[in-house]
């Protein structure tokens, strides 16, 4: 039997107290990587095993956790859920139970948030959600990390998120929330986040000072923004609704235009993959402002951070 302390990663808000912490810790790693590439001489993940089932697409997500999981010292095991028999009917819960004899946590990216939570509550080992369609928290952390080391702080600074209000504003929300950031989503008035999201930001705001703003108006958003942040108007598994919302949230481009109106040393932020020419622009996306490049580096700190956290006993 396991006797890790079990502790699960489905939402931004599990890292709770710790997500300063987790912060720190993936800075740390970060200067280490000046040292043997990254690899850990400790080698903390020794004999431990990372199953990671992915669903959807991905390239930075799988790279990082698997590239994470090998610097750390452990193993990491993909599974499409075609090859095992997830894909066949299998329930989520009977596969969480039988790798939980098997491996010492479990990465998965899935269509459905009630799945990662399933997986979570039948199985003895950590679970991390590597995107579903509510959140994204893994990518909220390396984004946290990313302007951190910008602004040399989180607390008071204005992110602007423009675009469609998806798993990524979710997340991204809740870590403002979390972290005294000023968060405003701008999008058009039916692709607005979920409100219980909004409402549980907004009450997590109200311990960190941070405001919550859900508006329609991409400019009156940008302005003064110290942060603009967008992601694809179209997520994996809406694809059926990719008219729609091409024409919806063609105001909501993050253009130079939109950017002018920032802050005038404002940073532009995406998880990518972008769809260049839809929600940002070459312009923006290549210009000296953007840092989605770093964001998608910090991907691999930011994770290794929270293996340690969940994962070493
Ligand atoms: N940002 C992100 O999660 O990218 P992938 O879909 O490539 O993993
Ligand atoms: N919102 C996007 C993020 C991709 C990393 C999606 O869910 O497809």
Request: overall charge neutral; hydrophobic content about 40%; some cysteine.
């Amino acid at each position: 039997m396991k006797k890790i302390a079990k502790r699960d990663f489905i939402s931004i808000v599990d890292a709770g107290k710790s997500l300063p912490l987790l912060l720190n810790s993936a800075a740390r790693l970060k200067n280490d990587l000046s040292i043997d590439g990254g690899h850990l001489k400790s080698k903390p993940l020794k004999n431990r095993q990372i199953a990671m089932i992915f669903e959807k697409s991905s390239t930075r997500t799988r790279v990082s956790f698997e590239v994470a999981i090998n610097h750390l010292g452990g193993d990491s095991l993909y599974l499409n859920p075609n090859d095992i028999h997830l894909g066949r009917g299998e329930t989520i819960g009977d596969t969480g139970r039988v790798l939980s004899r098997y491996v010492d946590g479990i990465v998965y990216r899935a269509f459905d948030n009630g799945m990662v939570k399933e997986l979570a509550a039948k199985s003895d080992v950590p679970v991390i959600n590597a995107l579903d369609d509510v959140e994204h928290p893994v990518q909220a952390l390396a984004d946290l990390l990313t302007i951190r080391e910008r602004f040399g702080r989180l607390k008071g600074l204005r992110l602007t998120y423009v675009g469609d209000g998806n798993n990524v504003c979710n997340s991204l929300m809740l870590a403002s929330a979390m972290s005294g950031i000023h968060f405003a989503a701008a999008t058009p008035k039916q692709h607005e986040p979920p409100q219980r999201i909004s409402e549980y930001a907004a009450s997590i705001a109200t311990g960190t000072g941070a405001r919550i703003e859900i508006v329609n108006d991409p400019e009156a958003a940008a302005r003064r923004a110290n942060v603009i942040y967008t992601d694809v108007w179209v997520s994996m598994g809406q694809e059926a609704e990719r008219e729609e919302k091409e024409k919806a949230l063609g105001p909501y481009q993050l253009n130079s235009r939109l950017l002018k109106l920032a802050d005038r040393k404002a940073i532009v932020m995406h998880c990518l993959p972008a769809h260049r020419g839809l929600e940002i622009t070459d312009e923006v996306m290549d210009g000296n402002q953007s840092v989605v490049f770093d964001q998608a580096e910090n991907r691999l700190h930011t994770e290794k951070a929270l293996l340690l956290w969940l994962i070493r006993r």
